[in-house]
């Protein structure tokens, strides 16, 4: 059974600074691997989709990773701003199914 | 393109009321999610359609949730009687076909049970 869980669980930073963010999942069995961000009130929007065969995917001041065998995902943040803060989640399908498990994410401030 | 909408926002109802909500996903997804996400939780799938078959129900409880996806566009879910919980919101998502595609979402309808 899948099962995926996200570190730390909440995060406080000042304007400017990289931070990481941490997914592990336990079956490493996986199509892809999603990187969302939820803002309060809103549903997710899909930052990076890592397919199994690659091992990162870059967009903007964001850049995440993926190592399938040791069942690790880091979210990458550059130059961190107070528009980057929301909750952050990842999400790996079952194996041998497109059913995704989510993490219970990361919850990010980013002070001015 | 148009993002997937959701009907209503919120909604709020006695235990044993039934309440539905509505989900239009983006034009020419075929693959439809309901997911419910308890505060603090991430969520998790209730149903998935692929057209207007089911691919996966095996987390939607049978007994009083329902979902049908009538021409393989728009969506409702279904929730008859309410359990206090049942309190949640419930996001719709819709992606293309096949696990190179992104899943997009709604904005959710958030269900407080009384």
């Known amino acids: 059974k899948q099962e995926v869980t996200q570190i730390p669980a909440a995060l406080s930073v000042p304007e400017g600074e990289n931070l990481v963010l941490n997914c592990s999942f336990t079956?490493?069995?996986?199509?892809?691997l999603q990187w969302f961000r939820q803002d309060p009130g809103k549903g997710l929007t899909s930052l990076l989709l890592?397919?199994?065969?690659?091992r990162e995917q870059t967009s903007g001041r964001l850049n995440a990773s993926l190592d399938k065998s040791s069942g690790r995902s880091t979210l990458y943040i550059a130059a961190s701003q107070p528009g980057d803060s929301a909750t952050y989640l990842c999400?790996?399908?079952?194996?041998?199914?497109?059913?995704?498990?989510f993490g219970t994410g990361t919850r990010l401030k980013v002070l001015a | 393109e148009a993002g997937v909408a959701q009907s209503p926002r919120y909604k709020i109802i006695e235990k044993r009321q039934s309440v539905a909500f509505w989900c239009n996903p983006i034009?020419?997804?075929?693959?439809l999610y309901w997911y419910q996400q308890i505060l603090g939780q991430g969520p998790k799938l209730l149903i998935q359609?692929?057209?207007?078959?089911?691919?996966?129900d095996s987390q939607l409880p049978k007994d009083r949730f329902s979902a049908e996806r009538l021409k393989g566009v728009d969506s409702t879910l279904k929730i008859q009687p309410a359990k206090l919980e049942d309190s949640a919101v419930y996001l719709c998502?819709?992606?293309?076909?096949?696990?190179?595609?992104?899943?997009?979402f709604g904005n959710g309808t958030r269900l407080t049970v009384t």
């Open positions: 079956d490493s069995a996986i199509y892809n």
């Open positions: 359609f692929q057209n207007n078959g089911v691919v996966d």
């Open positions: 890592i397919q199994s065969s690659q």
């Open positions: 999400a790996v399908p079952t194996s041998g199914t497109y059913k995704y498990i």
């Open positions: 034009s020419g997804h075929a693959t």
């Open positions: 998502a819709s992606s293309l076909p096949g696990m190179s595609s992104p899943l997009h």
